[in-house]
């Protein structure tokens, strides 16, 4: 199995902020990572795909970068609707998540 | 713009089997594949499995021993049972659709299934 490990856990930061979260595969999954954002009782909401392609009517502020076991998620300037929780998702070998990165309002 | 919609019983008793079934709306289910996947309340999101149109499965492997999914195009539903149930299935699970096998670009709003006696 591969696993996901997500840091931080929990990230507080201001409206405005530069975040980065951090995704780290057990074994190289290529560019094969995705990243979701998911509201308190909403379904999750695709933002990155293979690593750095960004969804079609997602915001530009959204960005992924990495390949190999290590893939980073940054938001440029953090604004209101942002603040949630964050996966990342390896679809190399069947799929797993990440355990999450609560983005709250600091 | 396409919608997906779980329906199935709210509460299973263990070692039953768990029965959902996702209508989908708006778009053909003969393409794409459409996929199951679940979350137990305040944890992460776990891949239960997905279905081509044509039939072809691919599940978890942690969860493939217990796991079947169908589709009926002539419906446009796919369906999802999971056998001998325990507390442990207890969860969110979300039906949902990928372009490429297992990135979701579309999700139901998601049914709570509870597993008690």
């Known amino acids: 199995d591969i696993q996901m490990t997500q840091s931080p856990s929990t990230l507080s930061a201001s409206v405005g902020d530069r975040v980065t979260i951090t995704c780290r595969a057990s074994q190289s999954i290529s560019s094969w990572l995705a990243w979701y954002q998911q509201k308190p009782g909403k379904a999750p909401k695709l933002l990155i795909y293979k690593a750095s392609s960004l969804q079609s009517g997602v915001s530009s502020r959204f960005s992924g970068s990495g390949s190999g076991t290590e893939f980073t998620l940054t938001i440029s300037s953090l604004q209101p609707d942002d603040f949630a929780t964050y996966y990342c998702q390896q679809y190399n070998s069947y799929s797993t998540f990440g355990q999450g990165t609560k983005v709250e309002i600091k | 713009q396409v919608q997906l919609q779980e329906s199935g019983p709210g509460l299973v008793k263990p070692s039953e089997t768990l029965s959902l079934t996702c209508t989908v709306s708006d778009a053909s289910i003969s393409s794409y594949y459409w996929n199951w996947i679940r979350q137990p309340p305040g944890k992460g999101l776990e891949w239960i499995g997905y279905?081509?149109?044509?039939?072809?499965?691919n599940y978890n492997p942690s969860l493939k021993s217990r796991v079947t999914i169908s589709v009926d195009t002539s419906k446009n539903q796919f369906s999802l049972k999971l056998s001998s149930v325990t507390a442990a299935d207890t969860a969110v699970y979300y039906c949902?659709?990928?372009?490429?096998?297992?990135?979701?670009?579309?999700w139901g709003q998601g049914t709570l299934v509870t597993v008690s006696s």
């Open positions: 279905i081509y149109y044509s039939g072809s499965t």
């Open positions: 949902a659709r990928s372009p490429w096998g297992i990135v979701v670009d579309y």
